[in-house]
Structures are given as structure tokens and as C-alpha cells.
């Protein structure tokens, strides 16, 4: 059946706009748009910045469970679409009847990290952003029981991301795996975990440099780094906004809670002994 002219106008309209997205000299800055997800630009190169991320997980499976991470992150980007940044981190933890876990109530500090990020796609010159991080962090204090450990761990994450309504709203991808290895200080005993996840954000300007949304956020946590036993899974969801709050400051808040959850092994709705009920991250970052 030939194709009408009426069509075939329609067809070149609708795929001008799937392309306009990547054909914008400048689009939104999406490197610290999310919260608990991270988008696919990275910066400029010569740029430095100082970041606070403070985390806090509440709720676990009975009992009282509050604990509050501090991350303290310099940022600077020495090539062009690869972006270096090195933190130390601070815990809180107050716990108290919480099955399986000591009682404790303590501010220490945890750990050091450095994160790469390499941008494959710039989503202002392709159809979308496509950007690798890897996160590789040794920590002395367990960040869930607060117990004393040896913990190595490296966070891989793919985020793509793409303008959905060109400088009004961006959707984001995160896929990531996370290996851990931990050994208690206090009897040597090894152990093997792993997370793998997938997240899903939204973010719409409603004022100029004030940005709202959400994620939805899928983990399964397994015994061992090869994801040999599958111990829980969670979906997590909620708000996310992110202020322009100067030409050189910025203020990201979220907030989630777990929807649906599976223990393996166990009938009930939630997973609160591998995950939290409710996740909340406030970050303030700073140029200079």
C-alpha cells in the first residue's frame, strides 16, 4: 500500500522530534539532578566542586533502627568527559531490639572512597547520555550493623538518560552491581554479598533551576559476589527535588520508601532485614 504524503509528513515530524533532544547545543545539567541515582553528564573539564551527602535509613525488622551516613566528596574533571572524585565518610547509628543486630549507639568514622566516571554519549549531541561509573570504597565500620569490619566493595553503574520535553523534563536509567567483601574484626569470619538494581527517574523544571519528580528503585540482594543465593528483594519509591540555589550552589533532597519487598524464606510483604522501610539523602554540592 503506497504511503500518502499526509503520512509521510507525520512520520518526519514525529522522528524530528525523537531527534531534537540530541541536536541542542545545551540541554539540562543532569549531573546532580537525582538523589539516590546519578545522571550521565559530568561536567567540565578544569571544574572542582565540594559535595555533602548525608543519607539516613530508618526501620528494620522490629525494634528501633536509625542510622546516618555522612560523605564528605571533592570532585574535579582532569579530560574532557571523565570526572574523578575522592570522599571520606562519617556514621550514626542508633539500634536497639532490632532482631539479629547488637544493640549500639555510635558516631565514627567509616571509610574512604574514590569514584571514576567516564561519559560515553553526550545527550545534547546523541540521542541520548550514556555514562559508566565505577565506585570502589574500604570502610572499617559496617554501614547497616555498625559493627567493626573489613569492607571492600566497588559499585558499578551504566545511567543513560535523555530530555523527554527539551529543557522542561529528563528521564534517567541506572543499572547497577555491587560486590562486597567483609570480614569481622572481631572473630575473622569471611563474608560474600552482592546487589543488583534497576532505577527509574523523572525530573521536570517548574521554575528555572527548581526541578521535581521521582524514582522508582529495584534491588535483589544475594549471598555471594556471583549473586549465587538470592536473601531479598525490594522496590523502592518516592519524591526527589533538586534547587539552583546560586550560579555556584545546589540542594538535592529525596526520599523513599519500600513498597513491596520478599525475604527469601519468608511470606511477609516487606524485606526490612536486607533493606530499610524508608531511605532519605540530602545533597548540597559547591563550585569553587
Not at 539540562?28 to 539532578?33: A, G, S
Amino acid at each position: 500500500m503506497p504511503i500518502s504524503a499526509k503520512t509521510f509528513r507525520a512520520a518526519t515530524v514525529c522522528f524530528s522530534a525523537l531527534l531534537a533532544g540530541g541536536v541542542r547545543a545545551e540541554g539540562i545539567d543532569t549531573e546532580h539532578l537525582f538523589g539516590f541515582m546519578i545522571g550521565t553528564d559530568v561536567g567540565t573539564v578544569g571544574e572542582r566542586e565540594f559535595q555533602s551527602e548525608t543519607t539516613g535509613r530508618f526501620t528494620k525488622n522490629g525494634g528501633n533502627y536509625r542510622a546516618v551516613g555522612q560523605q564528605l566528596e571533592l570532585e574535579f574533571l582532569p579530560a574532557n568527559n571523565f570526572r574523578v572524585e575522592m570522599g571520606t565518610s562519617f556514621a550514626a547509628h542508633d539500634i536497639n531490639g532490632v532482631m539479629g543486630f547488637d544493640d549500639r549507639r555510635e558516631l565514627s568514622w567509616q571509610g574512604v572512597s574514590v569514584d571514576f566516571r567516564y561519559r560515553f554519549l553526550d545527550k545534547d549531541a546523541a540521542p541520548f547520555g550514556l555514562t559508566l561509573a565505577m565506585e570502589t570504597h574500604a570502610d572499617r565500620v559496617d554501614e547497616t550493623t555498625a559493627a567493626v569490619v573489613r569492607n571492600y566493595g566497588t559499585d558499578f553503574t551504566l545511567a543513560v538518560d535523555r530530555e523527554v520535553i527539551p529543557n522542561v523534563a529528563v528521564a534517567a536509567l541506572n543499572l547497577t552491581y555491587q560486590p562486597e567483601w567483609i570480614r569481622l574484626a572481631g572473630t575473622g569470619a569471611a563474608e560474600q554479598e552482592s546487589t543488583v538494581g534497576a532505577a527509574f527517574g523523572l525530573m521536570a523544571q517548574v521554575r528555572p533551576g527548581i526541578f521535581l519528580g521521582g524514582e522508582a528503585r529495584y534491588f535483589r540482594r544475594y549471598e555471594g559476589i556471583g549473586l549465587e543465593q538470592l536473601a531479598g528483594q525490594a522496590l523502592f519509591i518516592g519524591p526527589t527535588a533538586y534547587f539552583q540555589l546560586s550560579p555556584r550552589s545546589r540542594l538535592t533532597a529525596t526520599w523513599g520508601i519500600q513498597a513491596w519487598g520478599h525475604q527469601a524464606g519468608s511470606n511477609a510483604a516487606l524485606d526490612l532485614v536486607n533493606f530499610e522501610r524508608h531511605q532519605a539523602r540530602l545533597v548540597f554540592g559547591v563550585n569553587f
